[in-house]
């Protein structure tokens, strides 16, 4: 039999990112014992070894690793349809707001075309109530893969645009933002090698997909943070130009010369029948 279920999956997923056992049964709230017996069945049903179980832990085997692969977009695609019913379903309850689209953005980023859009878009005839949600670097692919979002600003080439399908927006050049006081923000540009080594200003560090890259700058969690680091002189960031609209006073912005631009896109799922979302990309495209 070829069906999985999702108990299944989410049992396999659990492993194969730990890759312990006991970590993994603790991840999904069972004991050990059964959770390498389901695995083990597992095995049995499809005909395969998913992992090799030795002295020095557990490793995926090569159908492991596609199982992984695989199992890790078929649960993002079952959370994301029932996300995405109850969102549409609220219209159908006594009292139910109208269908409502959810789009993420990157926080910081895009801030004048993001308002455009969104006036834009609310003076349209039956247009739907949008909510914004901000997100970390990368995060956006994740929100419309698992359904937390309907649509989102994605910015190449920092984003993915894999199994979306999409529109340009908006190209742009890119920025140092520096505290104001600075030697360097007198400067006309900098080079990308000159922001990434500022003495006692390390590069300001956002999580990718959870984990945050290696280096001496602050690890960085929200766009409020980040400011008030910059202003105090403990960190330096880079960003698309149009992020000029949140600096504060103590911030100064230096064109980088030598960073390639980033191109906006409005993305959203290939598979996508949603009329509300077809006429929210309608206005991003006429704008």
Not at 67 to 72: A, F, I, K
Not at 78 to 105: F, I, N, Q
Not at 237 to 258: K, M, N, Q, T
């Amino acid at each position: 039999m070829d069906a999985l279920e999702t108990r299944e999956l989410r049992y396999f997923l659990a492993v194969a990112e730990e890759l312990h056992f006991g970590r993994a049964a603790e991840r999904v709230g069972m004991a050990q014992p059964p959770l390498s017996r389901a695995i083990q069945q597992l095995e049995r049903r499809l005909g395969v070894t998913l992992l090799t179980r030795n002295r020095r832990g557990v490793s995926l085997t090569g159908a492991g690793e596609v199982l992984l692969h695989e199992g890790r977009a078929a649960l993002d695609a079952a959370t994301a349809a029932a996300r995405r019913t109850r969102r549409a379903g609220g219209a159908d309850r006594p009292g139910g707001s109208p269908h409502r689209l959810v789009l993420a953005v990157k926080a910081a980023a895009s801030h004048e075309l993001l308002q455009k859009l969104l006036d834009a878009y609310a003076a349209e005839p039956g247009a739907a109530e949008v909510e914004v949600l901000p997100s970390g670097t990368c995060e956006q692919e994740e929100m419309l893969r698992d359904g937390r979002a309907d649509v989102a600003l994605m910015h190449k080439p920092f984003n993915s645009l894999a199994g979306f399908d999409s529109e340009e927006l908006l190209t742009e050049g890119q920025i140092a933002v520096l505290p104001a006081g600075h030697p360097l923000a007198a400067r006309r540009t900098l080079s990308l090698a000159e922001v990434g080594d500022i003495p006692g200003l390390p590069l300001a560090r956002w999580s990718r997909h959870g984990v945050f890259p290696p280096g001496p700058g602050p690890e960085i969690h929200d766009q409020t943070q980040l400011a008030q680091l910059i202003a105090l002189g403990r960190t330096v960031a880079v960003f698309p130009d149009s992020a000029r609209a949140w600096l504060w006073a103590e911030h100064a912005a230096v064109p980088l010369a030598d960073a390639p631009p980033v191109v906006t896109h409005i993305a959203w799922p290939a598979h996508s029948r949603s009329l509300a979302l077809a006429g929210l990309v309608r206005t991003a495209t006429r704008l």
